[in-house]
């Protein structure tokens, strides 16, 4: 079975990243590279680091080529996915990296994006746990998150993650699911590499403002991935959910550190071993999300699918704290969005998803 795929968007950092990653899958073939500005430049001008595709022209994005492919990435950025996915339907699988079809709230669009509402597809977020499987998951009578694939094993249109709504999602949602924190107030920090800012030129993006400076932005509840985090942690059995959110660019070009804080619900003896067996029920069985005894770090995840979260609590502050790692242009877009296609696909879900990370 050869699956045929096209990228759109493949100038760009996470294009780039799904091209990559599909070199290694055991089925899929690059039918077409498109992209707006940089159409008729050779794929290895802008990325040199896949010389397999160096060769390739991109192309002017066309819909009839589209539409001989059997799945086609969109990378572009909020608000110029719809017009092209809707000339997609009921052809070829599509799969949505940006955040036009993240949210099932019309009124959070609205008030974080704005424009014409274009509704909510399959979310692609396999490892996300609802609140009704949850006491399966915790007894073991099921393995790993069962809703989220199911959705995803029969979806033909897919909304791949924000990257950051990826890191805080996988570090809190066992805790949230347990019911063994307040979820009204959760505070996320957040240390983001450039990468995740695109590709577009701009002043702060330049060398001269990133290196050996930190940078916070979207501070006090201006970012567009908080309802999106809001709407997971609610999927997960959250209750009246409020997010004080805040990421920092910091002088790296990939990788999400979250630390993420919230309350306990109560307190009691066995309340740690509660912690620890909702975190290890959630994820002991998930292949590329592992709970670790030691802080997470970014480097050893790196150029990977993977993600790395731990949990523990502060008794003095009577507070959780849940810390993850992952790549934001792997486990926080590319790779969760080849995994996705391979969900939908009915293919082993974690087929060309790079395990081994880079060091040093």
Not at 95 to 104: E, P, V
Request: with cysteine; net charge negative.
């Amino acid at each position: 079975m050869v699956i045929r795929v096209g990228i759109v968007g493949a100038s760009g950092f996470a294009g780039s990243e799904i091209a990559r990653i599909l070199l290694t899958h055991s089925q899929a073939q690059i039918e077409t590279l498109m992209a707006h500005r940089s159409a008729g430049e050779r794929f290895g001008s802008l990325h040199a680091h896949i010389p397999q595709l160096a060769d390739r022209l991109i192309e002017s994005t066309d819909v009839d080529h589209l539409q001989t492919c059997d799945v086609v990435f969109v990378a572009l950025p909020h608000g110029q996915s719809a017009l092209l996915t809707q000339e997609l339907e009921g052809g070829p699988l599509v799969i949505d990296c940006g955040a036009d079809h993240r949210l099932t709230s019309e009124s959070a669009w609205d008030r974080f994006y704005g424009g014409i509402y274009p509704g909510a597809w399959a979310y692609g977020m396999p490892e996300l746990v609802h609140a009704q499987e949850y006491e399966d998951l915790a007894s073991g009578n099921l393995k790993k998150a069962k809703v989220s694939r199911e959705i995803l094993s029969e979806a033909r249109s897919v909304a791949v993650p924000g990257c950051n709504v990826s890191a805080v999602t996988l570090a809190l949602q066992p805790a949230v699911a347990a019911g063994l924190i307040d979820s009204t107030r959760i505070t996320a920090t957040l240390a983001v590499g450039y990468s995740g800012a695109g590709r577009s030129a701009k002043t702060h993006l330049m060398a001269t403002a990133a290196l050996s400076n930190m940078a916070p932005y979207s501070a006090l509840g201006k970012h567009r991935h908080i309802p999106e985090i809001v709407q997971n942690l609610e999927v997960a059995g959250g209750q009246g959910v409020s997010l004080d959110f805040t990421p920092i660019l910091t002088p790296t070009s990939r990788g999400i550190l979250a630390v993420v804080n919230a309350p306990l619900a109560y307190k009691d003896e066995g309340v740690s071993e509660k912690l620890s067996h909702a975190y290890r029920s959630c994820y002991d069985h998930e292949s590329l999300v592992t709970v670790v005894d030691d802080l997470p770090q970014t480097q050893p995840i790196l150029g990977t699918g993977r993600a790395t979260v731990w949990a523990g609590i502060n008794e003095e502050a009577g507070t959780v704290t849940a810390i993850s790692a992952i790549d934001n242009l792997g486990k926080g877009t590319a790779s969760t969005a080849v995994q996705s296609m391979n969900l939908a696909l009915g293919l082993d879900e974690t087929d060309g998803i790079p395990m081994i990370g880079v060091a040093p």
